[in-house]
C-alpha cells in the first residue's frame, strides 16, 4: 500500500498535483472566455446583446452538467476516471473553438464549428469539475482542521491559471486583428492537454487517503461507510426528478417566457433539490445538513450573477468606456479579467489568516455569516464604480483604477465566499452524493451565469453605438429618439439596424428602461446588497441545523 508521508505546504501532496491540475483547466476556461466575448462582437459581428446571451447561455450549461458528471462519477466511473474524460473533451471543444476562428470570415461556419466547441467544453466541464472538488476534502481525516485551509489553497490554484489565462489568451488573439482571435483559443487547448496529462501520470502516486488507499478510482457510493443505505439516487427519486423537471421546463419556457436554456438550467435546480430532499436514505441530520447548503446555494446565486459580468458587460466597459493607456501602451481589454485573479492569489494568505486569527478568539463567523458579507462586500465594489460613471458623457473614458479598484473589492467578496462554500459542501455532504452535491453547488453557478448573461443584456447603447448609428445615417438627437420611443423607426431604419446588429430602443429591466451606466451598476449594488442582509439574518438560525460540522 501506497504512503503519504511527506507533505508540501504543510498539506498531503495529492494536494498539489490537484492544484496544478485544476490550474491548467482553469487557464483553459479563462483563457477562452476572455476573448470569447471580444470574439463574438469583433470576428463574428454579433450584437452585444446576442454576445451576452450566448455567454450567458454557454456559462450557465459548463455549470450544470456537473450534475451528470457528478452523478456519474458517484455511481458508476469514480472520480479519476471522470476527470480525464472531462479534460480530454475540454480539449477538443478548446480545439473547435481555434477552427472557428480559424475560418470568422464565413460566419456560418465559423459559427457552427463555435456550437460545436461549445458543447464539447460543456460537457467536458461536467465530468472534470464536481470530480477535482470533492477528491480534496477525502485527502484529510474526519475533523482535520486543514480542510478550510486546503480549499483556500485549491482555490489559489484556480486563480493562478485564471491570471495566467487573459495575460497569454488576451495577449495573442485580443490584438486588434479578428484573425488572432484563433491563437488565443489554441493556446487554452494546450493548456487543457497539459494539465489531463499531468493528472493521469500522477494521480496513482499522490493523490491518496491518509491511510493510503487511492481516492476515486471506484465510484463513491462504493465507499459508503453505511451499507445499510441506499447507494444514491435510486429510480424512484430519478423518475420524480425526470416528471419534474419536463414540467418546469414547461413552466419557466412557455409560461414564464424565458428562453430554452433558461428554462432548461432553472428546471434542472428545481429537480434536484426535489429528488435529494425526498431521498428516503436521508437521516434528520443529513437532510437538515443538506437543506443549509441549499440555503447557501440559493444566495450563491445573487453573487456570481453579479460577479460574472466580468466576461461580458465589464468587458465591454473596459473596451469602450475605460481609458486603457499606460506610458504609450493600450492595455488589451481582456487583460483586465487578470485583475481579480492576481488579487486572489494575494489576498487569500490575508483572509485565511483573519479567520485563523477570528477563530483564535471564538470570534470567528459561520460559514453562512461569511458569504453573506461577500454578498454585501460586492455590492460595495459596484457602488464604486457607479460613482465613477455618474453623469459619463457618450464617447467619455473614466480612469482604470475604478475598474481595477472594482475588482480588488469583488475579490475580497468573493474570499468571503467561493472557498468557503466548497468547504462547507466537503463537511455537509453525505459520501454517497458528495459529487452529486458538489454538482448542485454548481448548479447554483449555472443558474448564475445564465442570469449574467440576461443581466449584461441589459448593458445601455454607449458611444459604440451612436457612432454606428452616425455611420448608418441617423444622428445623435434622432438616434436618442428611436432608443426612448419617443420617434417611430422606419422600415429602412428598422432593416438596416438588423442588418448592423443596432438596437433601436433602450433595454428594460421590471418595467424601467436602462438609460446609462449608473442605472445600470446601482442594479447590483441592489440585488447583491440585498441578498447579503437576508442572508447575514438566517446565518445564526441556521448554523443549528449544520449540527457542528461548520
Not at 413 to 442: A, D, Y
Request: charge should be positive; proline fraction near 4%; include cysteine.
Amino acid at each position: 500500500m501506497a504512503s503519504q508521508q511527506h507533505e508540501i505546504w504543510g498539506h498531503p501532496r495529492g494536494l498539489a498535483l490537484l492544484f496544478f491540475t485544476e490550474m491548467w483547466e482553469r487557464f483553459s476556461y479563462y483563457g477562452m472566455r476572455a476573448i470569447f466575448s471580444l470574439y463574438m462582437i469583433n470576428a463574428l459581428l454579433f450584437s452585444k446583446a446576442k454576445a451576452s446571451e450566448i455567454y450567458g447561455s454557454y456559462t450557465g450549461l459548463v455549470y450544470l452538467t456537473p450534475l451528470v458528471g457528478g452523478y456519474v462519477a458517484d455511481r458508476y466511473w469514480g472520480n479519476r476516471k471522470s476527470i480525464v474524460a472531462g479534460g480530454l473533451l475540454m480539449a477538443i471543444g478548446q480545439f473547435f473553438m481555434f477552427f472557428s476562428a480559424s475560418a470568422y470570415q464565413n460566419v456560418g461556419t465559423a459559427t457552427t464549428l463555435m456550437w460545436t466547441g461549445l458543447v464539447f467544453l460543456i460537457v467536458g466541464n461536467g465530468f472534470f469539475k464536481p470530480n477535482i472538488s470533492s477528491m480534496i476534502g477525502q485527502m484529510y481525516t474526519e475533523g482535520d482542521r486543514r480542510r478550510d485551509a486546503a480549499y483556500t489553497i485549491f482555490y489559489m490554484g484556480i486563480n493562478l491559471g485564471a491570471f495566467i489565462a487573459p495575460l497569454v489568451c488576451g495577449f495573442l488573439g485580443d490584438t486588434g486583428n479578428p484573425a488572432d482571435f484563433k491563437w488565443g483559443f489554441l493556446a487554452a487547448g494546450i493548456g487543457m492537454v497539459f494539465g489531463t496529462i499531468l493528472f493521469q501520470t500522477q494521480k496513482d502516486k499522490y493523490v491518496i487517503t491518509p491511510d493510503g488507499n487511492p481516492i476515486g478510482a471506484v465510484p463513491n457510493t462504493a465507499v459508503q461507510p453505511n451499507a445499510s443505505q441506499s447507494a444514491g439516487l435510486g429510480p424512484r427519486q430519478l423518475m420524480l426528478g425526470g416528471g419534474l423537471f419536463v414540467a418546469s421546463t414547461l413552466l419557466f419556457w412557455k409560461i414564464a417566457g424565458f428562453d430554452l436554456v433558461g428554462a432548461f438550467i432553472y428546471a434542472a435546480i428545481v429537480a434536484m433539490i426535489v429528488m435529494i430532499i425526498t431521498d428516503p436514505s436521508l437521516t434528520k441530520i443529513e437532510r437538515d445538513r443538506i437543506i443549509v447548503l441549499f440555503v447557501s446555494a440559493f444566495f450563491v446565486v445573487f453573487f456570481w450573477a453579479a460577479f460574472e459580468q466580468a466576461g461580458a458587460s465589464l468587458t465591454f466597459f473596459a473596451e469602450e468606456q475605460t481609458n486603457r493607456s499606460l506610458l504609450g501602451w493600450t492595455i488589451p481589454a481582456s487583460y483586465f479579467q487578470s485583475v481579480n485573479a492576481v488579487s486572489v492569489v494575494l489576498l487569500a494568505p490575508v483572509m485565511a489568516g483573519i479567520w485563523v486569527f477570528l477563530s483564535k478568539r471564538k470570534a470567528e463567523p459561520n460559514s453562512l455569516a461569511k458569504q453573506a458579507f461577500g454578498l454585501i462586500i460586492l455590492a460595495l465594489g459596484y457602488v464604486v464604480i457607479a460613482i465613477g460613471v455618474k453623469g459619463l458623457g457618450l464617447g467619455m473614458r473614466v480612469s482604470m483604477f475604478w475598474l481595477i479598484a472594482l475588482y480588488v473589492i469583488h475579490t475580497i467578496g468573493e474570499l468571503c465566499l467561493s472557498p468557503i462554500g466548497l468547504s462547507l459542501v466537503s463537511k455537509l455532504s453525505p459520501m454517497r452524493f458528495v459529487s452529486l452535491l458538489f454538482g448542485v453547488w454548481f448548479l447554483a453557478n449555472a443558474t448564475a451565469n445564465k442570469a449574467a448573461g440576461q443581466l449584461s443584456a441589459l448593458y445601455p447603447p454607449s458611444g459604440a453605438e451612436f457612432a454606428l448609428a452616425e455611420k448608418n445615417g441617423i444622428d445623435e438627437s434622432t438616434y436618442r429618439g428611436l432608443l426612448e420611443g419617443s420617434i417611430q423607426p422606419t422600415p429602412e431604419q428598422i432593416a438596416k439596424a438588423q442588418e448592423v446588429s443596432l438596437p433601436l430602443k433602450y433595454p428594460n429591466f421590471l418595467g424601467s428602461p436602462v438609460k446609462d451606466l449608473y442605472q445600470f451598476f446601482i442594479l447590483f449594488v441592489g440585488m447583491s446588497g440585498i441578498a447579503g442582509l437576508i442572508l447575514f439574518g438566517l446565518s445564526f438560525p441556521m448554523k443549528k441545523m449544520m449540527h457542528g460540522a461548520d
